[in-house]
């Protein structure tokens, strides 16, 4: 069974733009969350997704969204991008929504912003 | 607030020694708790998971944790660690809210360092 695929795998970007990425999950696998990884901060929530909802979300600003598609592939946008977006931005899928919830993730897309 | 919080930002050991990788929450109600590893250039993969029952945690590759709920700990241990074994290991936690599950809220992560 495939894991959990991210594309694409490395993004560069310029201040001001918007980008999107994308995040197949584990056939099967109706969640989806998202998660900000950095070197000061640490791993953080983005928002999590389950049967085409989002269920929840976490601390950053609205140019952060995301959707979630009938096949429970998922989507994360971010506008007008600012350098501190520059991330390890990791999608987890897990079978159901709640915190007993195993997540599988993928490897990441690696976003820089210059 | 809700937090995890692993205090050894590097650890060093020598291969075939012992390792245990702290972890201390702080939450208003017993979170689920787990432990991720994380290899250059990787997702995270889930070692082990917490959530009531037996304190005493088997995980994968040989790890294990043990949840103390009077010092808000759930540290992870390995009685004999392997070169491979080098990575970054994450303690996180996850409590349910009104709309469904929190996210996990992850410690800031131990590097884990062999010595041949």
């Known amino acids: 069974k495939a894991g959990v695929t991210q594309t694409p795998r490395y993004l560069i970007k310029t201040r001001g733009q918007q980008v999107t990425l994308s995040c197949s999950p584990i056939s099967g696998h109706r969640s989806v969350s998202w998660y900000q990884q950095t070197p000061g901060q640490g791993l953080q929530f983005l928002f999590e997704y389950f049967s085409e909802t989002q269920r929840n979300k976490g601390n950053f600003p609205g140019r952060f969204s995301g959707r979630q598609f009938s096949n429970s592939r998922s989507e994360m946008n971010v506008s007008t991008l600012e350098l501190g977006d520059s991330a390890l931005y990791l999608c987890?899928?897990?079978?159901?929504?709640?915190?007993?919830?195993?997540?599988?993730f993928g490897s990441g897309t690696q976003l820089s912003v210059l | 607030a809700q937090s995890v919080t692993q205090p050894d930002i590097h650890i060093t050991v020598s291969e075939g020694a012992s390792l245990e990788l702290r972890c201390n929450y702080s939450?208003?109600?017993?979170?689920?708790l787990f432990w991720y590893v994380q290899s250059p250039g990787q997702g995270l993969q889930l070692l082990l998971k917490y959530f009531s029952g037996d304190t005493l945690v088997q995980g994968i590759k040989g790890f294990e944790a043990e949840f103390k709920r009077s010092q808000s700990s759930f540290n992870l241990r390995k009685p004999s660690v392997h070169w491979s074994d080098a990575a970054e290991y994450f303690c996180a936690a996850r409590l349910d809210s009104g709309g469904g599950a929190d996210g996990l809220t992850f410690g800031k992560g131990t590097h884990l360092i062999i010595q041949p």
């Open positions: 939450y208003g109600a017993t979170p689920y």
């Open positions: 987890a899928s897990s079978l159901a929504e709640g915190r007993s919830e195993k997540l599988f």
